[in-house]
């Protein structure tokens, strides 16, 4: 008894959910901008200052940017602006992280853009939201919670957008069904 006992103790002390604050992701995302790139050697974009907002009705986050514009072609005029993009999150369990999913872009707009380049940067923007920010990293979970979790017979479950905060939930592992039967 004092074993079954001993490992219920032990039980309760693992978490049923990981928790990260909306603030958590801003200093996580912060710590990995400005980023860079070179658009179709016409322009090269840099995008600074995130800013999160979650949207828990929707299940997913807001993310807001500096964008800094630099046409390389013909005039070599420098553009500045904003730039937002909605994202899902998901698990992945390879590393124990929380990463951006399905980002796309919902807004752009750059100040003084000619109409031509403009029109160019609209088609292009879905493309910058998947190749800057797709499965980007926001939160790790500790490996040492997660092994806890694992042995009291627990696996990361679904991703929740709460307000102030974002919660992994831990949801029991499947019993598999190819279980010998028992011998008489």
Known sequence: ???????????????????????EMQAALSSRFPLQQKVLEVFEVRISSPRVLLQPGAGR????????????????????????????????????????????RENIAIDGLPPLLASGLNRWGGWLAESMLEGLEIHRIDRLALELAAKAGLQPGPIEVRPGG????????PVSGNMAPARS
């Open 1 to 23: 008894m004092a074993l079954v006992g001993g490992l219920w103790g032990c039980a309760s002390v693992v978490p049923r959910e990981f928790t990260t604050s909306e603030r």
């Open 61 to 104: 986050m807001m993310l807001g940017f500096d964008m800094g514009l630099r046409e390389t072609v013909l005039s070599r005029r420098d553009f500045r602006g904003n730039i937002m993009f909605s994202s899902a999150l998901r698990y992945e369990p390879s590393d124990g992280t929380i990463r951006l999913d399905r980002v796309r």
């Open 166 to 173: 974002v919660t992994l939930r831990l949801v029991p592992v």
